[in-house]
C-alpha cells in the first residue's frame, strides 16, 4: 500500500542476519505487524510492537521501532534456508483499528 | 496456530460459473475479513464484517459478494466467474476489544478462470 512501504527484495546468506524494513506514514498507527507467508500459503503472524514500544525480541526476531522517523524493522538473526519468504509489515490506525494497512512486502531469499 | 480454515485450496473453473469460497473460523472472533492478492504481491482487502448480519466492502472494489449469518462462517460468492477474477483470496478472522487484535489467516483459495 502507498502508506506503508517496504523494499522489494533482499538476499542474505544463510547464517547472516537479515534486516527488514518498512516505512509508515500515520502517526495514529497503534500497533505495528510483521507477517510472513511462504509460497502459496497464506500469511503467518511472526511479531508485533505497540507503538509506544520502541524494541521487542522474540528468540531470533527483534523488532525496532522508530516512531520519529516512522520506521520499523525487522532483524532475524541466523537467518536459515526456511526464512526464506515473503515478510509483510503492516498497521493499525486508532480510526480505524479493525483494518491492517500492508506494505507490498519484501521477499527474502537466503543463499546456502 | 490460528484456527481458521478456506475451502478449496485451489479451483480452477471455466467462465461464467458461480463460485462460492467457503471461509470458518472456530475462534469465535467478530471481525472477518477477504483479501485479494495477486501472486507475491501486496494484500487488498475486498470485503470485511464486525459480526453477524454485518457486511462491508473494502478498499478495493470487487464484483464479489459476501454474507455473515453465522459467526463462524464467512463466504465469498461470484455469480459468474471471470479470467479478471483469477487470483488468491484470503480470508481473516480477529477478535473484538480495542487492543490488540491481529488478524489470523487461512491458508487460501487460489482460484483460476478460464
Known amino acids: 500500500g502507498e502508506d506503508v512501504e517496504q523494499s522489494l527484495f533482499l538476499s542474505v546468506r544463510e547464517g547472516d542476519s537479515s534486516v527488514i524494513n518498512c516505512t509508515y506514514t500515520?502517526?495514529?498507527?497503534?500497533?505495528l505487524y510483521w507477517y510472513k507467508q511462504e509460497p502459496g500459503a497464506g500469511l503467518q503472524l511472526l511479531t508485533y510492537?505497540?507503538?509506544?514500544?520502541d524494541m521487542k525480541q522474540d528468540q531470533r526476531l527483534t523488532v525496532l521501532l522508530n516512531k520519529k522517523d516512522k520506521h520499523l524493522s525487522l532483524r532475524i538473526a541466523d537467518t536459515q534456508t526456511g526464512d526464506s519468504a515473503i515478510y509483510f509489515c503492516?498497521?493499525?490506525?486508532?480510526?480505524?483499528?479493525?483494518?491492517?494497512?500492508f506494505g507490498s512486502g519484501t521477499r527474502l531469499l537466503v543463499r546456502p | 496456530e490460528a484456527d481458521i480454515y478456506q475451502t478449496p485450496r485451489y479451483l480452477v473453473i471455466g467462465t461464467g460459473k458461480k463460485i462460492t469460497l467457503e471461509c470458518s473460523q472456530t475462534?469465535?472472533?467478530?471481525?472477518m475479513y477477504w483479501y485479494q492478492q495477486d501472486p507475491g504481491m501486496e494484500l487488498h482487502l475486498i470485503h470485511y464484517?464486525?459480526?453477524?448480519?454485518?457486511?462491508e466492502k473494502g478498499d478495493l472494489s470487487s464484483e464479489s459478494t459476501v454474507s455473515r449469518i453465522r459467526t463462524e462462517h464467512f463466504p465469498l460468492t461470484l455469480e459468474s466467474a471471470r479470467p479478471s477474477h483469477t487470483s488468491q483470496y484470503l480470508c481473516?478472522?480477529?477478535?473484538?476489544?480495542?487492543?490488540?487484535?491481529?488478524?489470523?489467516f487461512g491458508d487460501g483459495t487460489r482460484l483460476s478462470i478460464l
Open positions: 481473516a478472522s480477529s477478535g473484538a476489544g480495542s487492543g490488540n487484535q491481529p488478524q489470523h
Open positions: 500515520d502517526s495514529s498507527s497503534t500497533y
Open positions: 510492537i505497540f507503538s509506544n514500544m
Open positions: 503492516a498497521e493499525t490506525r486508532m480510526d480505524s483499528s479493525y483494518k491492517l494497512i
Open positions: 475462534m469465535g472472533h467478530d471481525k
Open positions: 464484517s464486525y459480526g453477524v448480519n454485518s457486511t
